[in-house]
């Protein structure tokens, strides 16, 4: 019963907050050891589960924002030199794609 408990609480399906984000299969629902001690505590406050889940969500969402910039720098830089009618991706200072 445990096990499926937490499959059931893990499920990022299954969480009402990550029901309508873009980010859910990617994050997965943020920490697991936040959902299963602190939310899915019977005493934990509504301001501590906010808290909490906000936590979660911005800094996952934030890591990963990174990560794609940074992947999509990385492939900019190593494109093989291409003649001026082939399509090109780069990046400014402000993060913004011109292709």
Request: glycine letters at 4%; aromatic letters at 8%; proline letters at 6%.
């Amino acid at each position: 019963d445990l096990v499926e408990w937490m499959i059931k609480t893990l499920q990022v399906d299954h969480i009402d907050e990550c029901r309508g984000c873009s980010w859910r299969y990617i994050c997965g629902g943020g920490c697991p050891v936040t959902r299963l001690t602190v939310l899915s505590n019977p005493d934990v406050t509504p301001e501590i589960a906010e808290y909490c889940s906000k936590i979660n969500c911005n800094y996952n969402k934030k890591i990963l924002e990174l990560l794609f910039w940074e992947l999509a720098e990385e492939a900019s830089m190593c494109r093989p030199s291409a003649s001026a009618r082939d399509p090109s991706v780069a990046l400014d200072p402000h993060q913004t794609v011109h292709c």
